[in-house]
């Protein structure tokens, strides 16, 4: 099969002037407001853990957890030697470089304080926040393959539907960023569904979460495997991945957010 060729995006939507609207903006607006949307519907659900008053005061919180957070782990995480002599370039997050790892740090911070502010009960919180955080998950992915980053490693001769990115070379490569989209976005977006429609589940608080970093650490860790390694850093530790070293922790903190989960006592309905 004939590979594809990776059309030429424009990685902005619109310029007027100095000013420029990047599809990384849009796709970031486009998942925190799905999100909210969707969660001011699963906070309801019994045991309610939110009202959706509360869940929209939430709604500048998590923003700024997630540009913050992703911004810095990018910074921490992959490149700290460049910003430390370039601290200028840790604000031009319109040039890419964003830590999913580091977002949900910041997210995980932001819930915190904000539960403790408004006394809303943090694990039950955070659980509906994981069924909601797939959408964002994907659409970033999306933005990703428009801006032409984080391409695939190269593929296997006849490989359905590999392509050609002609900025990098001109060798067959796995769409990566359209798998990660498909995995981390889709596929956990409806698993979380399927695994938040048992209200037994709802009221062992954590469990959710704790699925949810199961779950995006297994999406992403395969993901990885048809991704090219960033050139700066290439394979680390057993031929592993930053990504994927980074999801070792996050699994086996779900695994333990789930067995803790379990073994509490279920919260009543109503009860937050």
């Not at 910074?75 to 470089?97: A, K, N, S, T």
């Not at 990660?180 to 062992?204: D, I, K, N, P």
């Amino acid at each position: 099969m004939k590979p594809l060729v990776f059309p030429d995006f424009n990685p902005i939507l619109v310029k007027l002037g100095p000013f420029a609207i990047h599809w990384y903006a849009i796709a970031y607006i486009a998942g925190l407001v799905l999100g909210w949307r969707l969660m001011r519907r699963v906070s309801q659900w019994q045991p309610t853990v939110a009202t959706p008053l509360q869940v929209d005061d939430f709604l500048s919180w998590a923003t700024l957890g997630v540009v913050l957070g992703g911004r810095l782990g990018y910074v921490l995480f992959y490149q700290p030697d460049l910003f430390f002599h370039h601290p200028l370039g840790i604000v031009e997050v319109w040039d890419g470089g964003m830590s999913f790892h580091g977002g949900m740090l910041g997210v995980a911070l932001a819930i915190i304080l904000y539960c403790r502010r408004n006394r809303i009960n943090i694990l039950g919180f955070a659980d509906r926040i994981a069924i909601v955080a797939p959408i964002g998950l994907g659409f970033g992915r999306i933005a990703n393959f428009i801006n032409g980053e984080l391409w695939g490693r190269p593929a296997p001769k006849g490989w359905p539907f590999a392509m050609i990115y002609p900025r990098v070379d001109m060798v067959p490569r796995f769409p990566s960023e359209l798998y990660e989209a498909f995995l981390e976005g889709l596929c956990l977006l409806v698993a979380m569904l399927l695994l938040a429609r048992s209200q037994q589940r709802r009221a062992h608080v954590g469990q959710l979460t704790g699925c949810f970093l199961i779950g995006y650490g297994i999406a992403r860790s395969t993901g990885e495997c048809f991704r090219e390694p960033d050139a700066f850093l290439g394979f680390l530790w057993s031929g592993l991945t930053m990504g994927q070293l980074l999801c070792i922790p996050m699994i086996l903190a779900g695994i333990v957010l789930v067995l803790y989960s379990r073994a509490r006592r279920p919260i009543p309905v109503h009860q937050v």
